[in-house]
């Protein structure tokens, strides 16, 4: 099996900052896209906040650009999400997503988070 163990949420001011991290373990023969979601309440859909792929190519939303930056350690099949200049509007839920090659030869399969929570007060 795979576990995604995300930590870094929080209670923050507006303006302030945050660094998410996650970490993938488990049987793991490669990560092809990590990134994180947003779910802003209960009920609501996941929203896409950022992606990266294995080979560097990286996808933000447009609430995302300018202000949050992904990335990735590959040794340590983990991802990273820092967030600043944070608003009220950026609230919620935070998810790590990542598709993983659990074999050579096999298929690839999502996998989540529990999510941690990223409160931002105004």
């Known amino acids: 099996q795979v576990q995604l163990v995300e930590s870094g949420g929080g209670l923050v001011q507006a303006g302030g900052s945050l660094r998410l991290s996650c970490a993938a373990s488990g049987s793991i023969f490669s990560l092809r896209v990590m990134g994180w979601y947003r779910q802003a309440a209960p009920g609501n859909e996941r929203e896409l906040v950022a992606?990266?792929?294995?080979?560097?190519?990286?996808n933000y939303a447009d609430s995302a650009k300018g202000r949050f930056t992904i990335s990735r350690d590959s040794a340590k099949n983990t991802v990273y999400l820092q967030m600043t200049s944070l608003k009220p509007e950026d609230t919620g839920v935070y998810y790590c997503?990542?598709?993983?090659?659990?074999?050579?030869?096999?298929?690839?399969?999502?996998?989540w988070g529990q999510g941690t929570q990223v409160t931002v007060s105004s």
């Open positions: 997503h990542a598709n993983v090659l659990r074999r050579l030869g096999g298929l690839f399969y999502d996998y």
């Open positions: 992606t990266i792929t294995s080979a560097g190519t990286i």
